[in-house]
């Protein structure tokens, strides 16, 4: 038996010999180079192996495409390697016979990351395997930089490959099904092939959620439930030709039972794979019936509440529906895949990322990050931003002005910024900087006196400490507080740019200069006058066709009132009677234009200090009353400096323009 044994032994391996072979591709000596078939390349220069071309040896045929970089061999000062950089990919062919092995020897083990688009490709180490039966075999390096490898060792039957043909059916009779768009009308238990390509979207052990993009750009979404055998990347396009069964569990759509699962064919872009920006909609994502289970999708500036040990919590947001109305959207989550939740904050916001998912008939998500919102520049809130947005401004702010008006307590803040990095490349393939005007807001303390008059005694506002609701965005814009600015100690207050009007020097080329922006602090000058019964700011003391009309000034108004056809200068906030946009631009706000007939009146000054007041007189011979002031944050003003926060106001005798400064006593 043991003689019989071992001549059958060696029969069979004799017989193995003649069908196997194996063929070396040695990258790493000038031999191994030459015997190919390729140039030598000299040092520091490459040979290129997709303008050589493909080629053979003893049966196997060895081809490239380019990826970020040529694919080539490359001369290190006498030193080569083939190199395949990211999306470059080599292939191994054979015309007769199967390939049934292939061993990758690195050069380097670092970004010696490469996968293969069918059979099982594993690496360890410096040594990278792949098993199967093929006529071909791609593989593609998937890492950073560049993959060096130093020699292929082929395996060659010849017998033809004995897998079946992944588009071909597994099972005559199963049922094939092309499209993740109509996984749900199948009968629950029905048993089907998919015959068309997915790539992954994310997996979690025996979670695996894919996408397919069909002919028009649409894409669809399911949920792989079951061991599928292989872990992928993010982005990995799984080949048609994988089995499932459908099922339906709790109201969620699944494909269990996965088999037939082979390697991936390729890697996908990031922003294939990228969850889709669902801010400002959270009301349309939380409806089951709107069909967004299984996509991974992305909101930001969330607040997180009823957090829960064991892994539940809400989020919520201020939105504007279909109609147009303002609402408090919410979707609940469950921590899933067991990442850190954070302490509960009511006043933080955040960055949420996640897989959508049905349970119990009501949507959920389970988290995949969540993270602090870095908050947002005051420029992009006001110029981007949507009323009803909850933000914190990442930028330092700086008080100019306060108005108690009972229910109405706002103080007014400017990011004082003249230049911002305006970054359009991935939409319009430029990023410059841009010079620019101050913003102005109102930080609205909604009737808390305390808040209030704790804001409107700092000078400057710590960056991502000012939180709240972005409102009137088209008007006078305001953030209503949802917590307490912390004041940035020991900063230098800059002058603040403000802006200035003044009726006596208007002619034809500059009537039309208000371009003042809602809430925003600055100087007016002109004659006061009452314009039917209105007191108003106007060009002349007989004209009538440019005022301003002002509010919540009754002590200045009966001062003003004593000495009607005066030339006053105010320090005031300019605000927005009605909303309105510029015909010639779709859509942009705070420019009114500049043919409408009603353009002065469309603002109301309210003023916080005298800062200059002079007879008709006066003003005709150029003659100015000198005077200096101390204005609080609040308007109070006084002859000598005031504790805390002071505004200096002087005023000139030769009509120059009035000088405001910023300081402490």
């Not at 993010?234 to 996965?258: D, F, H, R």
Request: charged letters at 20%; one cysteine or more.
């Amino acid at each position: 038996m043991n003689r019989f044994f071992s001549i059958f032994s060696l029969a069979i391996m004799a017989f193995l010999s003649l069908q196997a072979g194996e063929v070396t591709f040695d990258f790493s000596t000038a031999e191994g180079i030459t015997a190919m078939g390729y140039a030598l390349p000299e040092p520091s220069a490459g040979t290129n192996l997709t303008q050589a071309g493909p080629k053979t040896v003893d049966g196997v045929t060895l081809s490239a495409t380019d990826g970020a970089t040529q694919t080539r061999i490359w001369n290190s000062q006498g030193s080569y390697t083939l190199r395949i950089y990211v999306d470059g990919s080599i292939t191994l062919s054979v015309a007769e016979g199967s390939i049934t092995g292939i061993t990758v020897n690195a050069a380097n083990v670092n970004n010696f990351d490469l996968i293969a688009d069918v059979g099982d490709y594993t690496a360890d180490g410096t040594v990278g395997t792949w098993t199967g039966s093929e006529t071909s075999v791609t593989l593609t390096h998937v890492g950073s930089k560049n993959a060096q490898v130093a020699s292929l060792v082929v395996t060659t039957s010849s017998e033809g490959p004995v897998n079946p043909d992944p588009d071909g059916p597994i099972d005559p009779n199963i049922h094939k099904l092309d499209s993740l768009q109509h996984l749900a009308d199948l009968e629950d238990g029905t048993a089907f092939q998919f015959t068309s390509d997915v790539y992954v979207n994310y997996q979690w052990n025996d979670h695996l959620w894919v996408m397919q993009l069909d002919e028009e750009g649409y894409a669809y979404a399911a949920l792989i439930y079951g061991d599928t055998g292989k872990e992928y990347r993010l982005g990995s396009v799984i080949p048609a030709g994988w089995t499932a069964v459908k099922q339906t569990y709790k109201g969620q759509v699944e494909a269990a039972e996965p088999a037939h699962f082979a390697n991936a064919k390729n890697i996908l872009e990031e922003d294939m794979y990228s969850a889709f920006d669902c801010t400002g909609y959270m009301h349309s994502v939380a409806d089951p019936e709107l069909g967004w289970d299984n996509y991974k999708v992305h909101f930001e500036g969330v607040r997180l509440s009823d957090i829960t040990e064991r892994g539940n919590f809400t989020m919520t947001c201020n939105e504007t529906d279909e109609d147009g109305n303002m609402i408090e959207a919410s979707l609940v989550g469950f921590n899933k895949f067991g990442i850190e939740l954070p302490e509960e904050d009511p006043t933080e916001l955040y960055n949420v990322e996640g897989m959508m998912v049905i349970y119990s008939d009501i949507m959920e998500l389970y988290p995949i990050s969540i993270t602090n919102n870095p908050g947002t520049r005051l420029w992009k809130a006001m110029y981007e931003g949507e009323d009803g947005m909850q933000c914190k401004i990442i930028d330092t702010l700086y008080v100019a002005a306060a108005i108690d008006a009972g229910d109405r307590k706002l103080v007014f803040v400017t990011d004082n910024v003249d230049e911002i990095y305006y970054d359009t490349y991935a939409e319009w393939g430029y990023a410059l900087w841009v010079d620019w005007y101050p913003d102005w807001i109102a930080l609205d303390c909604a009737g808390d006196e305390e808040l209030f008059n704790t804001i409107a005694g700092m000078e400057v506002l710590k960056p991502c400490t000012v939180k709240g609701t972005v409102q009137d965005l088209q008007t006078n814009p305001r953030l209503v507080l949802n917590s307490v600015p912390a004041a940035l100690e020991d900063a230098e207050l800059p002058a603040l740019t403000m802006f200035k009007y003044d009726l006596n020097d208007l002619d034809d080329e500059t009537w039309h200069s208000l371009t003042a922006r809602g809430n925003e602090v600055g100087q007016a000058v002109g004659h006061f006058f009452y314009k039917d019964g209105v007191p108003s700011l106007c060009s002349e003391p007989d004209s009538i066709a440019v005022k301003l009309n002002f509010d919540y000034a009754p002590a200045l108004e009966a001062e003003m009132a004593a000495h009607e056809g005066f030339n006053y200068g105010l320090l005031c906030v300019f605000t927005l009677n009605e909303p309105w946009v510029d015909d010639d631009i779709d859509g942009a706000p705070r420019h009114i234009s500049l043919y409408d007939e009603y353009y002065y009146t469309n603002y109301t000054i309210y003023p916080l200090a005298i800062l200059s007041s002079s007879s008709v007189d006066e003003v005709k011979t150029g003659k100015q009353v000198v005077d200096v002031k101390y204005v609080s944050p609040a308007g109070v003003v006084s002859e000598q400096p005031q504790d805390g926060v002071n505004i200096v106001v002087t005023t000139h005798s030769d009509g120059s323009r009035t000088a405001v400064k910023r300081m402490k006593k």
